[in-house]
């Protein structure tokens, strides 16, 4: 047997990165709660540091941190750009809000719809029609836009429940051309473009394109993001889209146990639907105008690359997306007809190298570092072998770690002992007289761990007896598996067949 | 197809004709089960004996018996009668305890509380799955909770208590570590921060449960279509004193009661005092409500009483020196002293019905069952008196060993064999736990009764941790030798000996042991030792006899206690201060430690065991003797006596017996035979291992080895001890016909005869010139 090469001890022990509070068990915790909401605010998680026992709290959902310190740093830095940046992050701020939007349509209710702009166009045209032509004032628009929104998300969920998947985003993206190609039939909007323009806004009239003009209706923009955000997580966080969740795990089980997950995907569709009638009034309230650009193919795809590269179904997706699309649409509009290209290559990256767009990034940071660690692992420790540094920081019991090498060694020295003469003792004498070495060897094999150790089935008549070998499971409840389908004819052919399964397991280790 | 099952139980297990039994029995997947009275004479299948005998007794039960599943509820818990009624739920309210979770965190459990787990209803106080303390209330539709900040630590007392006020909906959850020098199972220098107050108004106003739903230590009720009302979430662990009030306390009055432990009366609905009602004698199931209603709480399937409490000191070593540092109580989710059916069967033991071992037999299309029980003679008429073990059966009763044990195969230096019935009893795991068994929570069970199907005392059952038969099954092979050498005897128990005392054996000139009389009583102990004095005559023919105290609770001879302690071959060990029984007071752990070891009593007392091979005995000097060599008629000088057998091819072996002088064997005690030669699979006792050093087994230590003594005691009384559990299993080899029963039969036609025994005349100095 040759000498194993001595492992290399590496050095382990990280500081503290991550923020946590040490609260003082002493003082009362008054756990604030979202008003009419059995949730709280924030959700901490209390525990002890494993390394000193130091009283921890931290915050185990962090989302609510990073989107507090993004949108804050937005807001923060918004009043110190320069005018065409200001226009930039508002436009941003009204496609994120869209995309959350449409994040629920796609993830939490799991229609996969392409007419989401149709929908923002509709009710942008008809609440600027309403002002315009009917002399609505423009507060009102919004709900005009809204229910404009909620009618055509009605008559667009009707095809939703018959047909699936991709057929239905085909018939939605022909929605969309359909809603382009009639309204430039309208004559009387022949004369300026088939666009509506002069729309009442809530940004004076000599403000418009001016720096406090922009500022408000960036101000305006975040609003609207926030609200889209609220909503996002009202439905998607309470009822239901708990509802529609077990209903993507599972919808014949849901089903089952009387979930009607077809009932709250229409609710979600048409309030979804609502919330981008609301945008698109809000869209033709902040430019003042509208165009049938809302409706080109083209807005549709950027929108559709915002969300690949987010991922889809996740808030912080959308969001991400819009800011990264929307950065080089319309910052770096100096690179002219190159930026299509340079969204259609991060599009493609994205696709190629993360499962689920970039919100999910870190998780597959981690099980890709989780995988990486399992592979550096199985290379420096040799199976049943030492405990590494590395490997010990996950050991509660440190015990176990000197059974580990006790049983190594003890192992090696067993090994040593096998023989064919030692072997043909037992068979001889399965229950003794034992010599020394077959003595220690059965003593080593009988104090092994419960779980997977040998137990002998006797079945059969009285007179016919057989045997065969079973291993236990260790756990109550949990009956002996079958090891082989051999069977013996007596009881020492039975203890020799476990002892040799036995000195098999030894060798192998 | 559903698969078929059959099993039952019945009480009580010592019978006399004219007496009602009852047999409860439950059957799957049938409704029908056929019943027949049989009398068990042989158990173990082995070849090499007789195989399994069994005699039916025509016409003594019905033939046919409407059987239907029934259901067992497992875990110990307690149940408050009258709460429903006082439920605090409408308005303010606080509970408070102090709690040792024992098991804290992988699923919820239920502490105390009126709370419906199936309607979402009440409220209780209790632990979530990620172990934190928790309160929850709930009005039939939502369930709102305060949750503590930090999880709890296992092993560790806490005081804990929970407020709402109706009038804000504010909950407040408290919970105070109260780490003693000895309470727990960490010591003060651990740097946990165990306290968490924390505070949230609820959104759901608790609605008080259905009045079906009780308040329960423990657990919570659950309702299920096949079972009905039955309790889940059970809980883990201990708790000591704990109160309800109709009022919301503020925090500063639960920080003074978390103090010292005094419960304040006003406003109080229960004030539980766990201590109040502790005698000298032991502990009974109910917990006592010192407060206004006399509310108290009473325990199923045997809370552990007694157990130290959250302000033990360390000093005293038992509830009867300071009840009031006693104060816990230990439940256990998978605890079972009474399975609870209905009676399928009520039935009186028929007149004349001859004593002996008796089952009722009942089979469906591929199912059976054996339910056993004994019967004594009505007017004791037989010289012989057999003794069975039933207090060593409920030791054993339904043991997990070779499952669940990893150090059993190294005891035993055996690979287990197991059958179908082990196989399918593993996976049923329904019918509760032995003394050699752990709770889920790591606690040694102490409790063990025969309210349950016990699907290991049943013929032709062989251990499977050892590969042949254990108690009953193994002591019919003395049953049917007797029967074979056509011997007037009638039938005994541990239970009848433990309730009459010597007058039990008084009435038979001999008194045969079984194999394995390891569980003794005080009482039963005294009754031997009385019917010794006075006269009788018994042969223990047994190994590891007489070993650990054990009782039961006067009035309620179901359940037998034992605490594992300190030393001794024990399954486990007792908590510090945890080692007296609840049942009367004594302390537990081993006869020997108490000043009895078995010595006094029979003349040898447990040397060691193993399971690889036994052996056989070998005459000693004293046996010939002119006052016992009678003994030996009809075996020659070197015959090896034995050499056979169906427990391990041996007559003497698996657990044994040795004279010593220093333990108390009487100092006239005659050694008859011995046996050595065993493997170091044999190792000498703990109980006798103060300087462990190599070489304590069987190849090297002469205080492993298996013996055969005889006294005599007062007006013609004697004992003669074989030291070996195989020695009965070894009588029907040969049809009978063997060395070692002919020596038996010897001891017994000599000890069957009133007066002067054989040899008592070789009493003078012997004059010796070789």
């Given at each position: 047997m040759t000498e194993p090469i001595a492992p290399v001890f590496h050095k382990v022990g990280n500081r503290r990165h991550e923020v946590v509070l040490s609260p003082d068990g002493a003082s009362e915790w008054r756990r604030a709660r979202v008003p009419g909401l059995r949730r709280h605010w924030l959700k901490w998680r209390g525990g002890y540091n494993p390394k000193t026992l130091e009283r921890e709290r931290r915050l185990a959902d962090k989302r609510p941190l990073w989107w507090v310190l993004g949108l804050g740093a937005l807001v923060v830095a918004v009043p110190f750009l320069p005018n065409s940046l200001v226009q930039v992050a508002a436009i941003f701020c009204i496609f994120a809000a869209i995309n959350v939007v449409w994040t629920l349509i796609i993830g939490a209710a799991g229609i996969l719809s392409l007419a989401t702009?149709?929908?923002?166009?509709?009710?942008?045209?008809?609440?600027?029609?309403?002002?315009?032509?009917?002399?609505?004032?423009?507060?009102?628009?919004?709900?005009?836009?809204?229910?404009?929104?909620?009618?055509?998300?009605?008559?667009?969920?009707?095809?939703?429940?018959?047909?699936?998947?991709?057929?239905?985003?085909?018939?939605?993206?022909?929605?969309?051309?359909?809603?382009?190609?009639?309204?430039?039939?309208?004559?009387?909007?022949?004369?300026?473009?088939?666009?509506?323009?002069?729309?009442?806004?809530?940004?004076?009239?000599?403000?418009?394109?001016?720096?406090?003009?922009?500022?408000?209706?960036?101000?305006?923009?975040?609003?609207?993001?926030?609200?889209?955000?609220?909503?996002?997580?009202?439905?998607?966080?309470?009822?239901?889209?708990?509802?529609?969740?077990?209903?993507?795990?599972?919808?014949?089980?849901?089903?089952?146990?009387?979930?009607?997950?077809?009932?709250?995907?229409?609710h979600v569709f048409l309030i979804s639907s609502a919330a981008l009638g609301f945008i698109g009034a809000y869209y033709a309230i902040f430019y003042r105008s509208i165009s049938l650009n809302v409706f080109s193919l083209d807005q549709l795809l950027l929108m559709f690359a915002m969300v690949v590269i987010g991922g889809l179904g996740r808030a912080e997706g959308a969001v991400i997306g819009t800011a990264i699309v929307v950065v080089i649409d319309r910052a770096l509009i100096d690179?002219?007809?190159?930026?299509?290209?340079?969204?259609?290559?991060?599009?493609?990256?994205?696709?190629?190298?993360?499962?689920?767009?970039?919100?999910?990034?870190?998780?597959?940071?981690?099980?890709?570092?989780?995988?990486?660690?399992?592979?550096?692992?199985?290379?420096?420790?040799?199976?049943?072998?030492?405990?590494?540094?590395?490997?010990?920081?996950?050991?509660?019991?440190?015990?176990?770690?000197?059974?580990?090498?006790?049983?190594?060694?003890?192992?090696?020295?067993l090994k040593s002992l096998i023989t064919p003469a030692l072997i043909e003792e037992h068979r001889n004498a399965p229950l003794g007289p034992h010599s020394d070495d077959l003595a220690r060897v059965l003593n080593y094999f009988r104090r092994g761990e419960m779980p997977d150790k040998y137990a002998i089935l006797q079945d059969g008549p009285p007179h016919a007896w057989t045997y065969s070998v079973m291993a236990l499971s260790g756990e109550p409840g949990k009956p002996p598996r079958v090891v082989d389908d051999k069977t013996y004819a007596t009881r020492d052919e039975a203890y020799h067949a476990v002892f040799l399964l036995r000195v098999n397991d030894l060798l192998e280790s | 197809m559903a698969k078929h099952r059959i099993f039952g139980y019945c009480a009580p297990w010592s019978v006399k004709p004219g007496d009602a039994m009852r047999f409860m029995v439950s059957g799957e997947g049938v409704d029908m089960a056929r019943a027949t009275l049989v009398r068990l004479i042989h158990g173990d299948e082995d070849p090499k004996g007789p195989g399994f005998v069994e005699e039916e007794v025509p016409g003594a039960v019905p033939e046919l018996l409407h059987v239907r599943r029934q259901f067992t509820q497992k875990g110990s818990f307690a149940e408050v009668p009258g709460l429903e009624t006082r439920d605090v739920a409408g308005g303010s309210f606080t509970v408070a305890a102090f709690i040792y979770p024992t098991a804290p965190g992988k699923r919820r459990q239920t502490m105390l509380g009126r709370w419906d787990i199936y309607g979402s209803q009440g409220w209780a106080l209790g632990i979530t799955p990620e172990g934190h303390l928790d309160f929850w209330v709930g009005n039939g539709a939502e369930v709102d909770q305060v949750t503590a900040e930090v999880p709890l630590i296992a092993r560790t007392w806490y005081f804990v208590a929970a407020s709402f006020d109706a009038a804000t909906g504010t909950a407040r959850l408290l919970q105070l570590g109260k780490v003693g020098r000895y309470n727990g199972h960490l010591g003060p220098v651990v740097p946990y921060d165990y306290d968490s107050v924390v505070s949230a108004s609820l959104r759901v106003a608790p609605k008080p449960a259905l009045a079906e739903v009780p308040f329960l230590w423990a657990g919570a009720s659950d309702w299920n279509d096949m079972r009905g009302r039955f309790v889940g979430t059970l809980y883990n662990g201990k708790?000591?004193?704990?109160?309800?009030?109709?009022?919301?306390?503020?925090?500063?009055?639960?920080?003074?009661?978390?103090?010292?432990?005094?419960?304040?009366?006003?406003?109080?609905?229960?004030?539980?005092?766990?201590?109040?009602?502790?005698?000298?004698?032991?502990?009974?199931?109910?917990?006592?409500?010192?407060?206004?209603?006399?509310?108290?709480?009473?325990?199923?399937?045997?809370?552990?009483?007694?157990?130290?409490?959250?302000?033990?000191?360390?000093?005293?070593?038992?509830?009867?020196?300071?009840?009031?540092?006693?104060?816990?109580?230990?439940?256990?989710?998978?605890?079972?002293?009474?399975?609870?059916?209905?009676?399928?069967?009520?039935?009186?033991?028929?007149?004349?019905?001859?004593?002996?071992?008796?089952?009722?037999?009942?089979?469906?299309?591929?199912?059976?069952?054996?339910?056993?029980?004994?019967?004594?003679?009505?007017?004791?008429?037989?010289?012989?008196?057999?003794?069975?073990?039933?207090?060593?059966?409920?030791?054993?009763?339904?043991?997990?060993?070779?499952?669940?044990?990893?150090?059993?195969?190294?005891?035993?230096?055996?690979?287990?064999?197991?059958?179908?019935?082990?196989?399918?009893?593993?996976?049923?795991?329904?019918?509760?736990?032995?003394?050699?068994?752990?709770?889920?929570?790591?606690?040694g069970c102490c409790y063990s009764s025969y309210l349950r199907p016990i699907l290991n005392i049943r013929p032709k059952y062989r251990s499977s941790a050892m590969g042949f038969p254990w108690a009953l099954p193994a002591d019919l092979s003395l049953i049917w030798w007797l029967e074979r050498q056509g011997l007037d005897y009638e039938i005994l128990t541990d239970h009848d000996l433990h309730a009459e005392g010597a007058a039990a054996l008084e009435p038979y000139r001999v008194v045969i042991n079984c194999t394995h009389p390891e569980y003794y009583s005080e009482a039963m102990m005294d009754g031997t030792e009385d019917y010794l004095t006075r006269g009788g005559r018994v042969i223990y023919a047994g190994g590891n006899g007489y070993y650990w105290v054990s009782a039961l609770r006067p009035g309620a001879p179901e359940v037998m206690e034992v605490r594992k302690l300190d030393t001794g071959r024990r399954a486990w060990q007792a908590a510090p201060g945890e080692g007296y029984l609840a049942s009367t007071g004594e302390k537990s752990g081993l006869w020997r430690a108490r000043g009895r070891a078995p010595q006094k009593i029979v003349g040898i007392g447990f040397t060691s065991e193993g399971m690889d091979r036994s052996t056989y005995?070998?005459?000693?000097?004293?046996?010939?003797?002119?006052?016992?060599?009678?003994?030996?008629?009809?075996?020659?000088?070197?015959?090896?006596?034995?050499?056979?057998?169906?427990?391990?091819?041996?007559?003497?072996?698996?657990?044994?017996?040795?004279?010593?002088?220093?333990?108390?064997?009487?100092?006239?005690?005659?050694?008859?035979?011995?046996?050595?030669?065993?493997?170091?699979?044999?190792?000498?006792?703990?109980?006798?291992?103060?300087?462990?050093?190599?070489?304590?087994?069987?190849?090297?230590?002469?205080?492993?080895?298996?013996?055969?003594t005889y006294f005599t005691t007062a007006n013609h009384g004697a004992c003669l001890a074989i030291g070996s559990i195989a020695w009965s299993m070894a009588l029907p080899v040969n049809g009978g016909d063997n060395n070692a029963g002919r020596f038996l039969r010897n001891v017994l036609d000599a000890f069957t005869r009133s007066g002067p025994l054989p040899g008592s005349e070789w009493k003078g100095e012997e004059k010796l010139w070789r």
């Open positions: 702009m149709a929908v923002v166009g509709l009710a942008a045209y008809g609440a600027a029609a309403a002002n315009v032509y009917l002399g609505v004032p423009w507060p009102l628009m919004f709900v005009v836009g809204a229910g404009i929104g909620l009618v055509v998300g009605g008559l667009l969920a009707l095809p939703s429940t018959r047909i699936d998947g991709l057929y239905y985003a085909l018939l939605t993206i022909g929605v969309a051309e359909i809603c382009r190609v009639s309204i430039s039939q309208i004559r009387a909007l022949a004369p300026q473009n088939s666009s509506i323009n002069n729309v009442g806004s809530f940004i004076p009239q000599d403000w418009y394109l001016q720096r406090p003009g922009l500022l408000l209706g960036f101000a305006s923009a975040v609003g609207l993001l926030l609200a889209a955000l609220l909503l996002f997580r009202l439905v998607n966080s309470e009822r239901l889209g708990l509802l529609l969740q077990s209903a993507r795990e599972d919808e014949e089980f849901s089903e089952a146990i009387g979930i009607d997950y077809k009932r709250a995907r229409l690179l002219g007809p190159l930026r299509i290209i340079l969204i259609a290559a991060v599009m493609i990256a994205v696709t190629l190298t993360t499962h689920r767009g970039l919100a999910d990034v870190r998780a597959q940071f981690r099980a890709w570092r989780h995988r990486i660690r399992s592979e550096r692992r199985a290379t420096r420790t040799r199976k049943g072998g030492e405990v590494m540094p590395e490997e010990a920081t996950e050991i509660a019991d440190k015990q176990a770690i000197a059974y580990r090498r006790f049983d190594k060694r003890l192992r090696d020295r | 708790i000591d004193r704990a109160g309800l009030w109709n009022r919301a306390m503020a925090e500063t009055d639960l920080r003074a009661m978390g103090a010292d432990g005094v419960f304040d009366p006003a406003g109080a609905v229960a004030l539980w005092d766990t201590t109040a009602g502790y005698t000298d004698r032991g502990i009974g199931d109910t917990i006592v409500d010192t407060g206004p209603h006399g509310l108290h709480a009473h325990g199923v399937n045997r809370p552990v009483r007694g157990m130290t409490g959250w302000n033990w000191q360390g000093r005293d070593d038992c509830y009867r020196l300071n009840p009031g540092q006693y104060g816990g109580v230990h439940f256990h989710d998978d605890a079972l002293t009474d399975c609870r059916w209905e009676p399928t069967l009520e039935w009186t033991v028929p007149a004349g019905l001859r004593s002996g071992v008796y089952a009722l037999r009942l089979t469906t299309d591929g199912a059976e069952d054996h339910v056993p029980f004994f019967v004594r003679a009505a007017r004791p008429k037989a010289p012989i008196a057999v003794l069975m073990s039933t207090f060593t059966y409920l030791a054993y009763a339904n043991e997990h060993l070779a499952y669940e044990a990893p150090i059993a195969q190294a005891i035993t230096a055996h690979t287990p064999i197991l059958t179908r019935r082990d196989v399918d009893f593993v996976k049923l795991n329904e019918f509760g736990l032995s003394t050699y068994d752990h709770h889920s929570d790591g606690a005995f070998e005459r000693m000097p004293d046996s010939f003797h002119k006052r016992v060599a009678w003994m030996f008629d009809g075996i020659g000088d070197h015959e090896r006596i034995g050499d056979f057998g169906l427990g391990l091819n041996g007559a003497a072996g698996i657990e044994i017996d040795r004279y010593d002088l220093a333990l108390g064997t009487p100092p006239h005690t005659l050694l008859l035979m011995t046996a050595d030669g065993f493997s170091d699979n044999y190792p000498l006792v703990s109980e006798e291992i103060t300087y462990a050093f190599p070489g304590r087994g069987g190849t090297q230590d002469p205080q492993v080895r298996a013996d055969a």
